[in-house]
Structures are given as C-alpha cells and as structure tokens.
C-alpha cells in the first residue's frame, strides 16, 4: 500500500489525527480550563466567594443538613415497580452520607444515599445532593451550576453525553488515537531535535503552521502522552468491566471476603443503633495521622450502613501534600466510636495507579505545576488546530477545482472547534450573568438553561463557519476564523463587565483583595480578547495582502 513504513506512518498520523482530532481538541481546551475549575465555579457562583474552609463538626453542623435532605417525589416515583392495581408504598432507608471538599473549595459538598428494598431494583439507590457554605451549614440554591466542576471538567472526559457512557468510550478512543498519532509523528519526523527549535513565521502559510504544529508537537509530546495514557488508566474500569461483567457471579463473594478481611461490615444488621460523636472520631483521626507525620485535613467523610449497628464511620484525609491519590482512610464503628481498622498502606500496583491517578487529577498543591497543566493543554490545543489547517491549507483548492465538499467541511468543524468552542464558552459564562436568580414557574432549572446556551452558543459558530467557508485565494484562512475572532474579542470582556455589573467585583476591588479565583479568571478572558485580537488583525492584514502577493506570483510565471 505505501513505499515505505515512513510513508504509512505519515497517512495513519493524517486521517487518525482528523477523524478524532476534534474530540481532543474539546478534551484539551476543556482539560486546560479543568485546572482551575473550583475558580471557575466562584465566579460563576457568588454566593460561594469566600475562602476555602476546613471539614466543619459534623455534630452541630452537617447532622441537621442531613437530616433535612429527602429524596425527590420523582426520583422515589421513578424506583416504583410496574404492577397492576394499586401502587405499593416505597419507604426509602438512608444507607450512606457523606461529605467531600478540596483546599480549593470554599463550599462543602453533600450526599445522602437511599436504599429502597421494595423498588423494582433494589440494587439501585437513590441520591440526593446539596451545596453548603461549611461556616454556617446554610443551603446553597440547588439551581446555580457550577460551571467549572459540574459542566467543563465532566465535558473533558465524558463530553457530558451518558447515555449508556457513550461520551467515555468516545473520549477514551480518541485518547487511543492520539497515542498512534503521537507515535506516528515521531517516526514522521526524522528530524524531530531540529523541529523543536525550527519555527518560520514568515515562510507561506502551509510552511509556518506545519512549523508551529511540529514545534507544539514535540515541545510538549511527554505531557501529551501522559495524560492520554493515564487518561485511560483513570477509566480502566469503563472500558475494561471485567468486575462486572465475566466476573459478575465472583463479584458479591469478592466484596463479602474483602469486608470479613477488613472487618467492615457489608449489609446492615437489621438493629437499629445510635450514633456517637463523629466529631471525636475526627479528632482521633487527626491525631493518628499528626502521629504519622502527615497533614491532618479531612477531606472526605462518610457514614455506612446509617442507623444500623453495622454502621461505620470513615475518614479520609485530604491528602494535599502528595502527589499520589491516597486518603489513608481510617473506619470506626458509627455506635460506639471504636476504632475498627487502619488502611494499610497499598502495594506496588495500586501505589502506581494511585500516583498516576493523582498526578492526573492534581489535587496536591503546587500552583506553579497547576499553570503548567493549563499551558500544556492549550499547547495541545495549538498544536492540533495547525494540523486541522495544515490539512485544509494542502486540500482545499484541489477539492474546490474536483467540486469535492470535503476541505470546506473540515474548515468548517476546524473553525467551529476551535474558536468556536471558545465563543461556547464564553457565552455559558454570560448567560450565567444574564439570568435572573428566580425564574418564572414552568421555565427550567437555571443551570440547564445556562447549559442551552453553550449548546446554541456552539450550534451558532457551526453554521456562521459552514457558511462562511468557501474557496479562498491561496494562502488564506476561511473569513470565519477572523470573524469569530472579533466575536471573541467583543464578547470576552463582555463577560467581565457582566460580572462587575451582577455582583459588583470588578477587578480593582479583587485584586486589592488579591482574591484570585475571580480576578484571575478576569484578566484570562481579558487576556484571551487581547489574543483574538492580535490573531483577527493578523489575518486581515493578511488577506488585505493577498491579491498583490498572488498577482506578483502570477507576473512571475507568465515572465
């Protein structure tokens, strides 16, 4: 098929890197922004600007939230088994509660889980959930999303499509693909040392942004790898069920074996029991972990078998100050308070998965490191957005003299992937400003309709590109590209003037404050309307170029 492997290498790293490229230009950019996505969620959240807290008591605190927290009437209504006649009566059991927070998270987050033996599945549980401010145990409203950990860091990995986990398997063959790309690449470029310092911005077009699409290639090709192979590791269990699936009948005796050997219980005894001070085992946990030399912070907390003699209490630390994803958890029995066992420290295996985990998911602190994620991941972005123009570039006329569809179709989605992902986002953001805090009865819940707008926000960008791509002269990008850069440029600090207007912290006043969470974000989208600019000026001047460069070139062949 091809003259040599070199030459099979070139067309696997083409039509691989264009088939799932646009998936991984979202799983980049949103990657990139999933960095900072407690920040992101302070900004769009007002109610939660204030600094992160520790765990609070559990006793006088986070007990009474627990105990105002229901099932919905339709999530209880949806457990109902299908009979004919009258519908039997569901009564659903709190099984298991807990909480979870960051050092990046000012606010706490709760669950409560409920059992419902009579349902039609009794196997499934039903969740309720809520937001807390940890110094008061005061609600947060349950319809503000939180835009950076709710909606751009599951988009990233999932593409926020669950049906039957398509948006996973999506992600995860794109993560495979970028790996053969990645290593294709390589084998193309024999020359790979001299690329990393080979960048010619004023060769033609095709030449300079191969230049850039090599040099971001390989700059930043440990960090591509990385993630796309601990990407995977993370969601093993998705594409590999192996637990659930040939497995399946060894799976329930695995589970009671390991809770004989760790001595916590399975089911529940069926004896109702009271609970003891969580808040002394807390402080016992601390002082396990201040004994062992480690940071004593909690950073998850969850009851099992809740009301029950079998109940037990764990506590996780939060583990900040390591890379590896570790909670060194330590359980008590929820009735009396005693110590009912240690977590051992892991073997090789999960002490390597844990580490690639963590480093994955950074949740330690090193703010210098978290910045060189977000620069790595839009290093990603680049260097896949001159391979979508690289290949447009190199196409388009021959398509266009063919009368074949195909480059202006790819122009469209580069455009429409590229900066208008952007524009998406951007206009989550000010619909996030724009809408009221109450809505009228009837309308949806606000976070879905914040949720519409990058939706039609991205649809919009789609179309405008599909209609704006066409043959162009030699050399020149779609007008589109220019176009929505201005759009980006007007509608970025949009979004900051919104946020001055709404909730009145302009940046002056955040950043006297040195409150970073919202300035920061501020002066990125500042920053981004800078670069849209320079980037859509840098094309007009380009195409106000163009028609003497082409008739100069012409002069010279007919000579």
């Known amino acids: 098929m091809f003259q040599s492997f070199r030459l099979s290498m070139a067309w696997l790293h083409t039509w691989f890197g264009l088939t799932l490229g646009f998936v991984l230009m979202v799983v980049f950019f949103f990657g990139a922004l999933s960095v900072f996505d407690r920040e992101i969620d302070r900004w769009a959240v007002p109610q939660s600007r204030f600094e992160p807290q520790p765990m609070p008591r559990f006793d006088t605190i986070l007990r009474p939230v ?3 927290m229901q099932p919905t009437k339709e999530a209880i209504a949806a457990m109902a088994p299908r009979v004919n006649g009258p519908m039997p009566e569901i009564y659903p059991v709190i099984e298991r509660m807990g909480a979870y927070t960051t050092h ?16 039609k599945d009794p196997e499934e549980a039903i969740w309720a959930y809520r937001t807390i401010d940890p110094r008061t145990g005061e609600s947060l409203p349950d319809d503000r999303l939180k835009i950076g950990s709710e909606f751009f860091y599951p988009l990233h990995y999932s593409l926020n499509l669950h049906w039957r986990d398509i948006g996973y398997w999506v992600v995860g063959s794109a993560a495979l693909v970028m790996l053969a790309a990645l290593v294709s690449g390589v084998v193309m470029h024999r020359k790979i040392f001299r690329e990393f310092f080979t960048f010619r911005p004023g060769k033609t077009s095709q030449r300079s942004v191969l230049d850039l699409h090599n040099l971001t290639g390989v700059v930043a090709l440990p960090f591509h790898f990385f993630f796309a192979f601990t990407g995977l590791v993370i969601f093993a269990g998705i594409y590999f069920p192996v637990g659930h699936t040939q497995l399946d009948p060894l799976h329930e005796m695995s589970e009671r074996l390991e809770a004989a050997e760790t001595g916590l219980p399975h089911d529940r005894a069926g004896v109702s029991a009271p609970l003891a001070s969580v808040d002394a085992m807390v402080a016992d946990a601390q002082r396990r972990w201040h004994d062992k030399g480690m940071a004593g912070e ?23 100050d390591r890379i590896a994803l570790t909670g060194e958890g330590i359980h008590y029995k929820a009735a009396t308070g005693e110590l009912l066992r240690e977590d051992p ?21 090193h703010w210098l490191l978290r910045w060189l994620y977000v620069l790595g991941g839009l290093t990603g972005c680049v260097c896949i957005a001159t391979g979508f123009i690289f290949f447009v570039e190199k196409r388009k006329r021959q398509h266009a003299k063919q009368g074949v569809q195909g480059a202006r179709l790819v122009d469209a989605l580069a455009v429409t992937t590229v900066t208008g992902m952007v524009l998406a986002a951007l206009g989550m953001l000010i619909a996030n400003k724009l809408l009221p805090d109450s809505l009228p009865a009837g309308w949806p819940p606000r976070g879905d309709l914040e949720q519409y707008a990058f939706w039609a926000s991205w649809l ?34 949009l ?7 709404i909730t009145g912290d302009h940046l002056l006043r955040t950043l006297s404050a040195l409150y970073w969470p919202v300035a920061g974000l501020d002066l990125c989208l500042l920053a981004s309307a800078g670069v849209a600019l320079l980037a859509a000026a840098k094309l007009k ?14 002069g010279a062949a007919h000579a």
Do not use: M
């Open 298 to 320: 909690v950073g998850f907390l969850v009851l099992q078998h809740v009301g029950d003699a079998n109940g037990y209490v764990s506590v996780y630390r939060a583990g900040t």
């Open 495 to 501: 979004a900051v003037l919104l946020n001055w207007i």
């Open 66 to 68: 627990f105990e105002q």
């Open 541 to 554: 001047r380009r195409a106000l170029a163009a028609p003497a460069t082409n008739k100069a070139k012409t």
């Open 345 to 365: 420290a892991p073997g090789f295996v999960d002490n390597l998965n844990e580490f690639l985990t963590g480093l994955h998911l950074q949740h330690f602190r």
């Open 104 to 119: 990046r998270d000012p606010v706490l987050n709760l669950f409560v889980g409920f059992d419902v033996p009579n349902a």
């Open 460 to 493: 919009l960008a789609f179309i405008h590109a599909l209609a704006r791509s066409g043959p162009v002269a030699a050399g020149l990008l779609s007008p589109a590209w220019a176009e929505q850069c201005r759009a980006i440029a007007v509608l970025a600090p």
